[in-house]
């Protein structure tokens, strides 16, 4: 194949819309495919429908240009970036489907030559998967070239950017680029060399979607040794901030901090994709997941105990929704949980949330009477019981002043 020129980014999220930006601010013709018409609406105004740092800067600029815009429908492309979601199912399977509504999409635009990337996380196999079940679609095509009939070249790179910096890392950032054929990887290579001034790494596509999975996993785990100190601590009347600090003076050790759980769409959701492709060997990375997945309830059981202590009807402050701090993102969020689980089980308190980062509660949330939105102070203000959740900068530079009098469950340990 020639230069790629025109590119096709499935799904305007978190990751697709980003990609496509900085594709389209390099000079690439780049169409970005959304099923929702509100998302595609925004973005072809130049707008973002969601919080993330200098994003807004690259998508005007790159409309404004007419290098990017968006569309509900598929185009036709010489190379097609899938950036799906891949939850898991109830028994902690991979959920494929967005994936192959993806494909599909893209099956009747297929003349041969063209490269497609998979971007989502995805357990091993999957780009595998993506590749059989684009030729299941297109048999006048093939993956080898095999009969004279044209070759679609199939790759995974996934994505390795961490949400409020991701216009930062998806440039500085290595990539790991996995191909079916060598031939793939490289094609992948050169269209990620556009922007990319990270090293790539080439290998194939099973390896590729191991080590995304592998890299989280690391991370999991080690929060879950974090999380499972902090419950140990506060049994034994430690403080476990200062533990992990002292610790960590240590040349060979790095304890993360621990937290009311683990949320986000990556480190909540990859482990169990490994335990999926081998369930009997990988016990660690299950309990891990399992301890860290335990935690919310943890927290749950904590604000009882306060609340018992506060008397009937007591109210609590919930400062915080997102997975993390700064950014908007709600996805596998622990501090939904454990807001709507108390929401749902405390029928004489009233939960006040406050979240500088939306406008307006979850659906999973707005059917609790007892839950509501509010401002950061007059939450604090009217709460017995403040529990803090996320690390928001606006939750850190609060005037400590506010809280006295108040029963104070610091999750993250910001308020020491």
């Keep these: 194949m020639n230069t790629i020129e025109k590119v096709a980014v499935i799904g305007l999220g978190y990751i697709g819309l980003p990609t496509a930006a900085i594709l389209a601010t390099n000079g690439l013709d780049v169409v970005g495919v959304d099923i929702k018409q509100d998302n595609v609406d925004a973005i072809n105004r130049g707008e973002v429908p969601f919080v993330e740092p200098d994003l807004n800067i690259?998508?005007?600029?790159?409309?404004?240009?007419?290098?990017?815009?968006?569309?509900?429908?598929?185009?036709?492309?010489?190379?097609?970036?899938?950036?799906?979601?891949?939850?898991?199912?109830?028994?902690?399977?991979?959920?494929?489907?967005?994936?192959?509504?993806?494909?599909?999409?893209i099956a009747p635009q297929l003349v041969g030559g063209e490269l497609i990337i998979l971007e989502s996380t995805s357990p091993p196999g999957t780009t595998r998967?993506?590749?059989?079940?684009?030729?299941?679609?297109?048999?006048?095509?093939?993956?080898?070239?095999?009969?004279?009939?044209?070759?679609l070249h199939v790759a995974h790179c996934p994505e390795r950017v961490l949400p409020?910096?991701?216009?930062?890392?998806?440039?500085?950032?290595?990539?790991?680029?996995?191909?079916?054929?060598p031939e793939a990887a490289e094609m992948a290579r050169k269209l990620y060399n556009v922007f990319c001034q990270g090293e790539i790494h080439l290998t194939d596509a099973a390896t590729a979607e191991m080590a995304k999975l592998v890299e989280?996993?690391?991370?999991?785990?080690?929060?879950?040794?974090?999380?499972?100190?902090?419950?140990?601590?506060?049994?034994?009347?430690?403080?476990?901030?200062?533990?992990?600090?002292?610790?960590?003076?240590?040349?060979r050790v790095n304890i993360l901090q621990p937290g009311p759980g683990v949320?986000?769409?990556?480190?909540?959701?990859?482990?169990?994709?490994?335990?999926?492709?081998?369930p009997e060997e990988s016990q660690l990375i299950r309990q891990a997941r399992m301890t860290n997945d335990a935690k919310p309830g943890w927290v749950v059981?904590?604000?009882?105990?306060?609340?018992?202590?506060?008397?009937?009807?007591?109210?609590?402050?919930?400062?915080?929704?997102?997975?993390?701090?700064?950014?908007?993102?709600?996805?596998?969020?622990?501090?939904?949980?454990?807001v709507k689980e108390l929401g749902t089980a405390l029928h004489g308190s009233r939960i006040?949330?406050?979240?500088?980062?939306?406008?307006?509660?979850?659906?999973?949330?707005?059917?609790?009477?007892?839950v509501e939105l509010t401002e950061i102070e007059l939450a604090i203000k009217s709460a017995d019981v403040v529990l803090l959740l996320v690390d928001h900068d606006d939750f850190r530079e609060l005037d400590r002043s506010l809280l006295d009098g108040k029963i104070v469950i610091d999750t993250r340990g910001i308020w020491r």
Aim: glycine share 8%; with cysteine; net charge negative.
């Design 129 to 151: 998967h993506l590749a059989e079940f684009l030729i299941a679609l297109r048999p006048d095509l093939s993956l080898t070239g095999d009969g004279g009939k044209p070759v």
């Design 216 to 251: 989280n996993s690391y991370r999991d785990v080690n929060i879950a040794f974090a999380n499972e100190l902090s419950v140990i601590s506060e049994k034994v009347g430690i403080d476990v901030w200062e533990l992990i600090e002292l610790a960590n003076h240590h040349p």
């Design 301 to 338: 059981s904590r604000v009882r105990d306060a609340l018992e202590q506060a008397g009937t009807g007591a109210t609590v402050a919930a400062l915080g929704l997102a997975f993390k701090a700064n950014i908007d993102d709600l996805r596998e969020s622990p501090s939904v949980g454990i």
């Design 58 to 105: 690259h998508v005007a600029g790159a409309v404004s240009q007419g290098n990017l815009r968006a569309a509900t429908r598929t185009p036709s492309a010489q190379a097609y970036i899938l950036a799906v979601p891949t939850p898991f199912n109830e028994d902690k399977t991979a959920d494929l489907s967005y994936i192959e509504a993806a494909a599909t999409g």
């Design 164 to 181: 409020g910096r991701v216009m930062i890392e998806l440039v500085t950032n290595d990539r790991i680029i996995g191909g079916i054929t």
């Design 263 to 278: 949320g986000g769409h990556c480190i909540a959701v990859d482990p169990w994709f490994i335990v999926s492709a081998a």
């Design 352 to 370: 006040l949330v406050a979240e500088p980062h939306v406008a307006e509660l979850p659906g999973s949330l707005l059917n609790l009477r007892n």
